[in-house]
């Protein structure tokens, strides 16, 4: 009886970045003012997952004290004019999705959805051939002019329409979309060049008065799904890939939504710090240690 009740209290807690012990009863570090087991029960407040939602509630909060109902943005509520465009997103920001689905929409559904992009990765296949080769190369390794390259030469506008787009033309996983999604049509840096968002946008240096400048987290967004040992040293950067690419490589083959989040990379980005995943995916991919 003591054993299981000293189980419970230690699984009821998680480590703090000062070292200290945090109750699930303590607010969530997201910032959202919800207690921390009806937020983000399954996240380290110190992992890589925790600082990518981190800048989501940053990001949020610009938009809403700049953007939102003070100027005249062409994204309103309901537009899903970008959400048949080809996008990628990193291996992070589609860790947190999953999370999401995991703890909100349960295993059924979840699996519809995973079954949608799977079929969906499928008829891209057919209708890009080329480029679609270049997703399944191996470049773990190479350095980020060559990842760039790869993931821009022969590369589609368009794909079909994303998978988490629903009935009604909302997002379904609104509260955790990537940062591409919370960006796109509405926010800008200074020294991008002119193109067409949509047809809505047809002229990016046109609207940039109903945008947000985001200079300051350039930055910041730039390194996400990139890490680096102890904050120093060369990055080890990791690939984007589109969300159904992303299910595609995860669970075509039948592995489960459970044991998805006992891979070891997985597991890392959700629990442990940027230096231990660091270290595990180095060690997953046979990959020597980048110290210069």
Request: aromatic share 10%; with cysteine.
């Amino acid at each position: 009886m003591m054993q299981n009740q000293l189980k419970v209290r230690l699984e009821n807690l998680i480590t703090r970045k000062d070292g200290l012990l945090m109750g699930r009863n303590d607010l969530c570090f997201c910032g959202s003012g919800k207690k921390q087991k009806k937020c983000h029960p399954n996240i380290n407040e110190d992992s890589v997952a925790a600082k990518t939602i981190k800048l989501y509630t940053q990001l949020s909060k610009e938009l809403e004290e700049n953007v939102y109902g003070k100027k005249n943005i062409k994204c309103e509520k309901g537009c899903n004019e970008c959400c048949k465009d080809y996008f990628a997103i990193s291996e992070v920001e589609f860790v947190i999705i999953m999370d999401y689905l995991y703890n909100n929409c349960g295993i059924e559904k979840t699996n519809i959805i995973i079954k949608k992009a799977i079929a969906l990765s499928e008829k891209f296949e057919k209708n890009n051939p080329e480029y679609y080769k270049q997703l399944e190369e191996n470049i773990a390794g190479k350095n980020i002019n060559y990842m760039v390259r790869i993931n821009l030469e022969n590369m589609p506008e368009q794909q079909e329409e994303c998978v988490f787009l629903d009935e009604d033309g909302g997002c379904g996983i609104y509260n955790v979309r990537p940062i591409i999604c919370r960006t796109h049509g509405i926010c800008y840096y200074s020294d991008d060049a002119e193109h067409k968002i949509c047809d809505k946008i047809p002229s990016y240096m046109n609207n940039k008065d109903n945008m947000l400048d985001i200079d300051e987290y350039k930055i910041e967004i730039a390194s996400v799904g990139n890490y680096r040992k102890n904050g120093k040293g060369v990055a080890l950067f990791r690939r984007k890939y589109p969300i159904f690419y992303f299910m595609k490589i995860y669970f075509e083959n039948g592995r489960t939504v459970t044991d998805y989040f006992k891979h070891p990379v997985i597991y890392n980005i959700l629990h442990g710090n940027e230096e231990m995943l660091y270290d595990c995916i180095c060690n997953f991919n046979g990959i020597n240690r980048l110290t210069k």
